[in-house]
Structure formats: C-alpha cells, structure tokens
C-alpha cells in the first residue's frame, strides 16, 4: 500500500521529511525535488554567501542588458510597494496627519510673522525703494491688476509705457499736493 503522503530523506543531513513542505522543487531530479531539505538549502546559501554573490557579480557584468531589465523590473515592482505602503499609512493615521499638518500651518504662520514684526523697518524699507524706482515687477503687476493682461501678453514696451503713466500720476499728485499747500 502506497503511503498517503510521500516522504524523502534529505540527502544531507538525512531527516525524513514531507516531500512538498520540506523540499524546494527541482526540474534536475526524477521525483521533482532537490535531493537536500530546505533547511539544509538555506544553511548551503548562508555558507556560501559571498561565492554566490561573486557568481551573480560575474553574471552581471556578463548579461548587462539583463541586469539593466531586472534592475528596472525590480524599482518598478519596489515603487509601487512603497506607493501602497504610503498610501495604507495615510488611511490609517488620517487624523494624526491632519493634525501634523495643522500644526506645521500654525508653526509656520507665527514664525512668519515673528520674522515681518522683527524686520518690520527693512520691510517698509525694501517695499518703498522697490515703489519708488517702480522696478519691473511692481510695474507689471500694476498693469495684471488693472488690465487681467497675463504675464505673457505683457511686452517690455507696454511695462515702459506704464511706468511712464505711473511716473506721471505721481508727478501730477505731488502738484496737487504742493497747490493744496499753496506753495505753487
Ligand atoms: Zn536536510
């Protein structure tokens, strides 16, 4: 009578095993199994580490379009774990993150105005010289402003005109300015 489940003894250290759970299959033997148990395999790969890492070093140089396609394979399939992964986290810790994030808002608002109220005089500084020499930008948002223009329909020559405008409106009100205080 053939018994129900098949065994094998391992060739190396010579315990009888389950075939299927204590064996890794093999095209090379009759039965379909390597001859040695698993435990004894893994112990084999341990033992020889750095010879097989020196063989697939061989093998790489050797097979470089290969390597390049696993390597690929291998960021893809690992990319898409650390995807999911991230994303498995994100479910899970919604609250914390949210509340992290709130924090990081709060944190970064009052550090921005301790900055502005620290540097409150080099502020109003910068922003007037910047007026007063109605340098390009300045210019360019005061025609966005007025017009809806886009940044790209806006050429040199229309920023020149407008500065002119801007120059002449500041003359002008200076000139009230001095009528009203009955110098001119
Ligand atoms: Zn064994």
Known sequence: MEPLIQ???CSKCGEVKELESGFHKSNRNKDGYYSSCKVCHQQHYKDN???YRENHRQ????????????????AKKNIEQRKA????????????????????YKRDKERYQKYRDEHLE????????RSVLLEDTIVRYR???????????????LIELKREQLLFYRELKNLKQE??????
């Open 7 to 9: 065994t094998k003894k």
């Open 49 to 51: 580490k750095e010879r």
């Open 59 to 74: 093998w790489a140089k050797k097979n470089p379009e290969r390597t390049r396609e696993f390597k690929r394979q291998w």
């Open 85 to 104: 992964r991230a994303l498995e986290y994100r479910k899970k810790n919604r609250e914390k993150i949210n509340e992290r994030s709130r924090n990081n």
């Open 122 to 129: 080099e502020t109003k500084e910068y922003g007037l010289k």
């Open 143 to 157: 025609i966005r402003h007025r017009s809806g223009l886009e940044n790209h329909q806006i050429t040199p020559e």
């Open 179 to 184: 009528v009203r205080n009955g110098i001119a």
